[in-house]
């Protein structure tokens, strides 16, 4: 643990120049500024800016990114309190009371502690990931392909059926992920799959491609078949402050949402929806002015922003340590990783420690200039809000496109950038949810690369499939995933409703 | 968002069916072309994989079905920008589309500078904007400052293209 804290150190001497701080301001800008724009969440924000980080050499690019992402995030804080319109769903809860408190006259304090609340979840939750992931490293060392096999079915499994409203939606977007996941050169054998026998396909999709097209492009095609006409109403807000009695009654939020979001964040499945809500209850049962909530209780703001934040650094905790991306944001960021030549995973630490320490001091001080710069350019930010709805999603496409060719410079990723437009057009309309599908492109080549190996290993008896305990443990986890409806069913006098989450974009 | 109580039921879904197990089937298409190659170090070849998912497809088009039948709908998606009330509107979908796919045809040949100008005039102009010198004054500037910051300032791989030598 000493020794991690050594590195750590040393990520920090890396990082803290004054060039890198200067790609550090950056990326937070453009992150916040592309983050506060209406219907873009931190996932979509992260793959659109992704490509500007790619001339860069690996510590630049690091910190813009780390940038981006603290920067995705509290745009979309932001965007919610000043337009009660979350971006996703891990803000529902955070637009209860904030646009609430705005409405009221306090847009100020609740930008304030939504920014501060995010800082301290960030700074605990990025110092607990130090602590845990080598942990879970050790853990995940002495684990074989049957195993990782079991993880990353699991993770299928989880998104696709736990989250969301229809089991039968998160399969059919699962199945199409993993369908575009095939499309390449068997690395094994040599033999091109689903390539049609274009040339471009031979080495795959690109996720970034893919996680544009679906979010970014589709999205706009979304928008453009039923724009809105009316534009909801901004609040004026003035600079960001908290007064003594506000930073009173926030602290304490602050600190049990981080509590509850680090846990949820390194669940695989986790997510940020139920701490949220978790921390929203517990703050109105703890709070002396129940009756508040509901009519803009600070407490209701400053908990639940600190627990999305919290469990935001607790997903990279399996991100780095097992591959495995637990919401859309992580998701993309596993493409952000390998596209910098990280292959995330139990070796990661090991084989690339000094990367990882940087990434993570990087972490540290994104977040930290998050905080510097978005409290005096709050008001700046909510201008943003009224850009012009043609431009937006003008906008929109114009970085998407920009983004996707920039990946391979080709224009052939634009019409496959079109066509997964279409796809994810198509999935709105239909109710599928998106982030099945990107975890499916991401991991379904992970994990027939481990059943294969894990094949290899047993001379090809299917047996070879089932591995240490942990994968049983696993596929009972599975089985109880599956079997769910059936057991509540004859679980019958089990009277309390439980609360459907809607999958994260 | 809450559903009417009396919404139609939603045919179109069955589309999305007829479209899993289309996707299905390609596949399993597919994975029978491959040659089956095996050997010590992978005694499974590059077929049983796409096989498995190509029959899931299918598994879950037939469930889908079902589910439909019974009344099951997925709930289109909301936002702020979105009214999902108001029908579909097919012409300025059409109008993106066309906007997007210029932009993939010319981006090598016109160079991005341009291609993304007329990107962006062209989507803010199917989405409803009508100050047309305005929006052409907004999408060159943003075509000249993404080109001047990003490829040449960060070395993202944008194209010239017959702006070559000027820009």
């Known amino acids: 643990m000493i020794d991690d804290l050594g590195s750590l150190l040393d990520g920090f001497a890396g990082v803290v120049t004054p060039l890198n701080l200067l790609f550090a301001l950056l990326g937070v800008t453009v992150g916040t500024a592309v983050g ?77 502690t939504a920014a501060i609340g995010s800082f301290v979840a960030g700074t605990i939750g990025t110092l607990l990931l130090v602590l845990v992931t080598p942990l879970m490293v050790t853990f995940a060392v002495s684990l074989g392909a049957p195993d990782y096999l079991a993880i990353m ?17 998160g399969f059919a ?24 026998d274009l040339a471009q396909l031979a080495d795959g999709i690109d996720v970034i491609v893919v996680a544009v097209g679906i979010f970014a492009v589709g999205e706009t095609l979304w928008v453009a078949a039923h724009l809105r006409h009316t534009i909801g109403q901004v609040i004026p807000v003035g600079r960001p402050w908290l007064g003594r ?21 390194v669940m695989p499945a986790g997510g940020a929806e139920i701490p949220t809500y978790l921390s929203y209850t517990l703050e109105k049962r703890l709070s002396r002015h129940p009756e508040e909530f509901g009519r803009g209780a600070i407490e209701g703001v400053a908990g639940p922003e600190a627990a999305n934040n919290a469990s935001a650094a607790g997903t990279l905790v399996p991100l780095l340590a097992l591959g495995l991306p637990t919401n859309a944001t992580a998701a993309v960021m596993i493409a952000a990783l390998t596209s910098y030549g990280i292959q995330p995973g139990p070796l990661l630490l090991e084989r690339e420690s000094s990367l990882v320490w940087t990434l993570i001091a990087s972490l540290f001080i994104g977040n930290l200039m998050l905080l510097v710069l978005n409290l005096p350019l709050a008001p700046l930010w909510a201008k943003l809000l009224r850009v012009p709805r043609p431009y937006l999603y003008a906008g929109i496409l114009f970085f998407a496109s920009m983004g996707a060719y920039a990946v391979n410079a080709q224009p052939f ?16 309309r239909f109710g599928l949810p998106i982030l099945p599908l990107i975890v499916g492109v991401i991991l ?62 | ?80 920008d979105v009214d999902p009330g108001s029908p579909i509107d097919w012409r300025t979908v059409a109008l993106v589309i066309a906007a997007f796919a210029l932009n993939a045809v010319l981006i090598e040949p016109l160079g991005w500078v341009i291609s993304g100008s007329l990107l962006f005039w062209g989507t803010a102009f199917a989405l409803g904007a009508r100050r047309h010198l305005v929006s052409l004054a907004v999408a060159v500037t943003l ?4 080109f001047y910051g990003f490829a040449i300032g960060l070395g993202v791989a944008l194209p010239a293209g017959i702006l070559q030598g000027i820009l």
Not at chain 1, 416 to 427: A, D, P, R, T
Not at chain 1, 490 to 497: E, G, I, K, N
Not at chain 2, 34 to 60: E, K, M, W
């Open chain 1, 413 to 428: 990723d634009l019409l496959l950038l079109l066509v997964l437009g279409l796809i994810g057009f198509g999935m709105r």
């Open chain 1, 245 to 265: 009695e506000d930073w009173r009654r926030s602290w304490r939020p602050w600190l049990r949402g981080t509590g509850l979001g680090f846990p949820f964040g």
């Open chain 2, 1 to 80: 968002m809450s559903e009417p109580v009396t919404a139609p039921p939603d045919r179109a879904q069955y589309g999305v069916c007829a479209f899993l197990a289309v996707v299905g089937v390609l596949v399993m298409i597919d994975a029978a072309r491959t040659d089956p190659a095996t050997n010590s170090n992978d005694p499974i070849g590059p077929r049983p994989v796409p096989i498995l998912i190509g029959a899931l497809l299918l598994v879950v088009a037939v469930a889908y079905t079902i589910d439909v039948a019974r009344g099951g709908r997925g709930e289109p998606e909301g936002g702020e």
């Open chain 1, 36 to 112: 506060v724009l209406p219907g873009i969440g931190p996932a979509m924000t992260v793959a659109l800016l992704l490509p500007l980080t790619y001339g860069l050499e690996p510590t630049q690019a690091f910190i813009m990114f780390a940038g981006i992402l603290y920067g995705g995030m509290y745009g979309g804080s932001t965007t919610s309190i000043l337009l009660n319109t979350p971006g996703e769903s891990s803000s529902v809860v955070t637009a209860i009371e904030g646009n609430k408190m705005a409405k009221a006259g306090r847009a100020a304090q609740a930008l304030a």
């Open chain 1, 173 to 196: 977007a699962l199945l199409l992920g993993l369908t575009i996941g095939l499309v390449g050169i068997d690395r094994v054998t040599g033999q091109q799959r689903l390539t049609l």
């Open chain 1, 153 to 169: 079915l699991l993770g299928f499994i989880a998104v696709s059926a736990v989250l969301g409203a229809s089991r039968i939606r």
């Open chain 1, 444 to 505: 379904g080549p992970i994990a027939e690369r481990q059943g294969r190996m894990a094949l290899q290993l047993s001379g090809g008896d299917p047996s070879g499939l089932l591995g240490g305990a942990l994968s049983y443990v696993i596929y009972g986890t599975i089985a109880v995933i599956l079997l769910w409806p059936v057991l509540r069913r004859l679980s019958a006098t089990a009277v309390r409703t439980r609360h459907r989450e809607h999958a994260d974009r």
């Open chain 2, 143 to 146: 075509a000249l400052a993404t």
